[in-house]
């Protein structure tokens, strides 16, 4: 079982997004959501919608995934720039874990691409002691302004989350 990294083709708003019919299909699915607000009538309703649309990551072997992206038009594999022909773009087990763990650990997580990320937002090296993301290590988003502590959990060349965390479990390595 590896994770692939995949594209949805589908529109924003459509009904049944890819990652919303591979869950239902049996798949173990991780798509980046966030919550966003939109009005219906009279008054408005919170929703959850991918952070970025057209990104997913599936957890599956080759084999069981080449017949849904066959059977989907707007389902297909990322591939890797500059590597072999053809190479589907992998995500290691422990990196997706973590970085699932650390997401799905706080309700309002921040997204980031790697390159609106700036040397001089990456702060201070922190480990975490206790609470839901016991163990973690990385750096502090160092924002100017900002009050809130947030730890960064990256993807390494796709995607970095900051997720908020209590100043009670931050210790400076």
Not at 114 to 125: A, D, Q, V
Not at 127 to 144: E, F, Y
Request: no cysteine.
């Amino acid at each position: 079982m590896t994770w692939f990294v995949m594209r949805d083709l589908t529109r924003a708003n459509a009904t049944h997004p890819a990652w919303k019919e591979l869950t239902e299909a049996g798949f173990r699915v991780f798509t980046p959501l966030v919550w966003k607000v939109r009005r219906r009538g009279n008054h408005q309703e919170r929703y959850q919608a991918p952070a970025i649309h057209d990104l997913l990551f599936v957890e599956s072997t080759r084999a069981d995934l080449d017949p849904e992206v066959a059977r989907r038009a707007t389902l297909q594999y990322r591939f890797v720039r500059g590597g072999v022909r053809g190479e589907a773009m992998t995500v290691a087990d422990k990196e997706m874990d973590r970085f699932i763990r650390a997401t799905t650990s706080t309700d309002d997580p921040k997204y980031y691409m790697p390159s609106e990320l700036t040397p001089s937002m990456i702060g201070k090296r922190v480990l975490i002691v206790g609470g839901p993301l016991d163990g973690m290590t990385g750096h502090l988003l160092s924002v100017r302004g900002m009050r809130t502590r947030r730890l960064i959990v990256e993807l390494p060349g796709m995607l970095t989350s900051a997720v908020e965390v209590s100043p009670d479990y931050i210790r400076f390595v």
